[in-house]
């Protein structure tokens, strides 16, 4: 281990043998952190923790502190991070609580730019991008392949489905199927991520595909029940649409319009 003699590390935490720490950083109890992973200076983490392999966290980021919940009495709640995430200047990130799961989670490959704060109880996929100053209030589930451009973010319990892209400054109070475009303020749905579709090397079909599973629900003036019953009928030959059913059928704040 490269652990900086001004850092300090708690006797419970369990590093890696090649783990980094630099100056000043805090590795508070019950926390871990796997190979390859480098903790910058100034840096606090706080457990119970549990962060993977090669994950990159810049300096004075604040990681698995209490949650920013006034019911929060002490429990001893938790936060696991995946592998490869790369975390930036000034993110905060809190454990869970015991009113949900007791658990924030982060999938794998995710890059958190500066000051993002993803609350208690939130859980992030893998492979998303929150730019600078994204928040998430507590409760909110994010599925793989999200986007946050800067400053926008989600209300407590929202769910943000795969390949969704939430433009800048936009917040949204509601949930957002999968591959839906978020813009404007008041935040409303604006077409597909058919860009970020594109990167992502679905074919055109596909692209088709969803844009039309996509009008049902929004442009076709359906009851949103009707609108599903048809997805549903497309889904065996149009696989691509599963994703997007699905976001839909757990929705529980109801769907932003």
Avoid at 139 to 166: L, M, N
Avoid at 241 to 248: A, G, M, T
Wanted: proline share 4%; with cysteine; charged share 20%.
């Amino acid at each position: 281990m490269k652990i900086h003699p001004t850092a300090l590390v708690a006797d419970s935490a369990v590093l890696a043998d090649d783990v980094e720490v630099g100056p000043y950083s805090i590795i508070g109890d019950h926390v871990e952190i796997g190979a390859g992973s480098c903790i910058e200076s100034h840096v606090v983490v706080n457990g119970p923790t549990r962060i993977g392999k090669n994950n990159h966290i810049y300096q004075f980021s604040s990681i698995g502190d209490d949650p920013q919940d006034m019911k929060y009495a002490g429990e001893p709640t938790r936060l696991e991070i995946g592998d490869g995430n790369t975390i930036r200047e000034y993110c905060t990130i809190s454990r869970g609580t015991v009113q949900d799961e007791s658990l924030t989670s982060i999938g794998d490959d995710n890059w958190i730019m500066a000051y993002v704060h993803i609350a208690h109880d939130c859980r992030v996929g893998s492979r998303t991008i929150f730019a600078n100053n994204a928040t998430l209030a507590g409760h909110v589930h994010i599925g793989d392949w999200v986007i946050f451009a800067g400053f926008s973010g989600a209300h407590q319990f929202c769910r943000v489905g795969a390949h969704s892209f939430i433009g800048m400054y936009a917040g949204t109070n509601r949930d957002v199927p999968a591959y839906t475009l978020v813009g404007g303020q008041p935040a409303s749905p604006k077409g597909i991520n058919s860009e970020g579709l594109k990167r992502r090397d679905f074919t055109v079909d596909q692209i088709r595909n969803i844009k039309n599973a996509y009008r049902l629900v929004y442009r076709k003036k359906m009851k949103l029940a009707d609108a599903i019953v048809e997805i549903e009928s497309l889904v065996a030959e149009q696989p691509e649409l599963r994703v997007f059913l699905d976001s839909l059928h757990t929705s529980e704040r109801g769907l932003l319009r």
